[in-house]
């Protein structure tokens, strides 16, 4: 059984710093292009980030230079350094794996406000 289980989302004033984990289970992890996507209410699921299997980077383009993705294949898991943080960043944020199937986590929240 697939499990991907974000964790580290919260309440994060503007400017501020926050770290999301992806811990994957059930996978051969290091053969998954892992990535993070995330949805704020009304609005469509967009990508954040993702790292290939080869470790070739790309970000979506309202968080680059803010957020870095990176992934520790001794611990099946992804990570997502996000600095500068703004309202606008505030979504359910998704962790993703894709190699012959796509898998989805639950989601993990994150909120900035003042």
């Known amino acids: 059984q697939v499990q991907l289980v974000e964790s580290g989302g919260g309440l994060v004033q503007p400017g501020g710093s926050l770290g999301l984990s992806c811990a994957a289970s059930?996978?051969?992890?290091?053969?998954?292009?892992m990535g993070w996507y995330r949805q704020a209410p009304g609005k469509q699921r967009e990508l954040v980030a993702r790292?290939?299997?080869?470790?070739?980077?790309n970000y979506g383009d309202s968080v680059k230079g803010r957020f870095t993705i990176s992934r520790d294949n001794a611990k099946d898991t992804v990570y997502l350094r996000m600095n500068s943080l703004k309202p606008e960043d505030t979504a359910l944020y998704y962790c993703?794996?894709?190699?012959?199937?796509?898998?989805w986590g639950q989601g993990t929240q994150v909120t900035v406000s003042s």
């Open positions: 059930g996978i051969i992890f290091s053969r998954y292009a």
């Open positions: 790292i290939t299997a080869s470790g070739n980077l």
């Open positions: 993703n794996a894709q190699f012959a199937t796509v898998y």
